[in-house]
Structures are given as C-alpha cells and as structure tokens.
C-alpha cells in the first residue's frame, strides 16, 4: 500500500520553514526519507524506527508516529539547497522493500 | 568510494526490441532493488535480490521482464519486446543487508525511451 504524501507541492522563500506529512494505512516498522534533484538519483537523509522517535541533522529532522502510522520531515530555515522532491520510503514488518509515496515537491526561492 | 552504478545513462530502443540495464551496487553490499519511475510519479517497486537470488518480484510485470544478480557481475533488469509503456527511469538502489536499520543507496538511473 503506498503511503499518501501531503503537500503535494510548496513553494518557500528563503529561511521559511516547511512540514512535509507521510501517511500510511499499514502498520510500519520504519519510514525513510528521501531527496531527489532534479536528473539525478534520490539520496537518502534518514531512517525513523518504531518507537516513536524523532531525528535530525543540521535544519532537517523529522518525527515517526507509529501509532497513528503517520511520518512527519521538519524542514526549518530553508535554503536554496533544499530545492527538490522528498519521498517518504516505508518499511512494514518481514523485512520487504521500501513501498515510497508519490513526492513532495519542494522550491525555495530567493 | 563508488556508489551504486547503473548503466547506460540513457537507453533508446524500438519497439519490439530488448532493453538491457545494468546496475553495480556499492561494494560489500549484497542486496539489489530495482524501482521505475515515470514523471511527477513516486518510485515504483519491481523486485529485490540478492546474490544468484530474487527474493521478491511482487512488483515486476510477469511478462517480458526478468531480472538477475549473479555471484559475479552486475545485476541485470531485462526488457523484451519493449513497448511505448515501458518509458521510464529506471532506478537501482543496494543496501549491506535488508532490514529496517539500512538506507538505501540509489544509483543515477537508466532513462529508457521506446520510440
């Protein structure tokens, strides 16, 4: 079942801050987050494990709900670098292959 | 440090025609995913290996599709017969192991066009 991605797409300024939503109708054991340029392949930012955990790097971090089987990529002063489509990946019990949503489309401009 | 590797880039081919994209996973890691993706579209599972195994192809097209990783060599995704449907880019990621600790590694993908 593919997990629902909302925004679909948002437009930012510079140091703006955006919340991009993942939610699936399965249970899930992780949700991974993803960015993809333009042309170019997806690159992994992180992994959030059941337990309700919270992660982050730099001004990208992001919360796991397991309960309400819902993921949540915190994205706080954005920068132009931060341009590109996200995917949530998510992982249900059995070890299976990461099922993504369809993006979320992201443009920061100056 | 390499990354993962698909081949080639781009891809041309006639329908009817076969369609071969290749993919090297990152060094040391021995599990294989292959996703297609079409424009404004999410990645698309198709099948996951590991080495001379296909541990699930829920996601391929019975027909006309094969894929494979041999002990040696790089994984394989086959096209037969190629149709205008079969357009897309096609993506190859690896991890060291499955399970839910491993991000995945995605190489620059094979841009397949069927004219």
């Known amino acids: 079942q593919q997990p629902v991605q909302s925004p679909q797409a948002v437009i930012l300024r510079e140091g703006e801050d955006a919340v991009i939503n993942c939610s699936s109708s399965?249970?899930?054991?992780?949700v991974h987050w993803y960015r993809q340029k333009h042309g170019e392949a997806p690159v992994f930012l992180m992994i959030?494990?059941?337990?309700?955990e919270q992660k982050g790097h730099d001004k990208i971090s992001a919360s796991f709900n397991e309960k309400k089987q819902q993921s949540s990529l915190y994205l706080t002063a954005s920068q132009l670098s931060y341009s590109g489509t996200y995917f949530c990946?998510?992982?249900?019990?059995?070890?299976?292959?990461?099922?993504f949503g369809k993006g979320t489309r992201l443009s920061v401009i100056a | 440090n390499a990354g993962v590797m698909q081949n080639p880039r781009h891809l041309v081919r006639r329908r009817g025609q076969e369609a071969r994209l290749r993919c090297s996973p990152v060094?040391?890691?021995?599990?294989v995913y292959w996703y297609r993706q079409l424009p404004e579209e999410g990645l698309k599972f198709m099948v996951y290996?590991?080495?001379?195994?296909?541990?699930?192809e829920s996601g391929m097209p019975k027909e006309r599709f094969s894929a494979e990783f041999p002990k040696e060599g790089p994984s394989i995704l086959r096209i037969q017969q190629v149709v205008r449907g079969d357009s897309a880019a096609y993506f190859c990621?690896?991890?060291?192991?499955?399970?839910?600790?491993?991000?995945?590694?995605f190489g620059s993908g094979t841009r397949l066009t069927v004219v």
């Open positions: 990621a690896s991890s060291p192991r499955q399970g839910h600790y491993y991000g995945y590694t």
């Open positions: 399965k249970a899930l054991y992780s």
């Open positions: 959030l494990l059941k337990g309700g």
């Open positions: 990946g998510t992982e249900g019990a059995g070890n299976t292959p990461l099922v």
């Open positions: 060094k040391g890691h021995s599990h």
């Open positions: 290996l590991q080495k001379e195994n296909i541990i699930d």
